[in-house]
């Protein structure tokens, strides 16, 4: 069913799935909210803490890959969550 008008949406958690639907409504004209019960975005994605000198980057220990043709939409997310990210 489409929308007719501009609505709010609540995405309650911040897992993988959450933070897709939450991409996938940016720039929609709908008034979108993303709710996470703690600390950080991940779901169960979990990762660990490692430091390289004075750097410090957080290691995904259960990442999912993404297939180009299997999951055209997450293949086409993955530039936007690592804008900003460089390596070290």
Not at 14 to 41: M, R, Y
Not at 43 to 52: A, N, Q, S, T
Not at 66 to 75: G, H, L, Q
């Amino acid at each position: 069913m489409p929308f007719t008008r501009a609505e709010r949406i609540a995405i309650i958690g911040g897992g993988c799935t959450g933070v897709t639907c939450f991409w996938a409504l940016q720039g929609s004209e709908h008034d979108v909210h993303l709710f996470e019960a703690s600390s950080s975005l991940n779901g169960r994605i979990k990762v660990l803490p490692y430091e390289h000198g004075e750097n410090r980057v957080d290691v995904d220990t259960e990442s999912p890959s993404f297939n180009a043709m299997t999951s055209p939409s997450a293949y086409q997310m993955v530039p936007t969550l690592l804008n900003g990210v460089e390596a070290f």
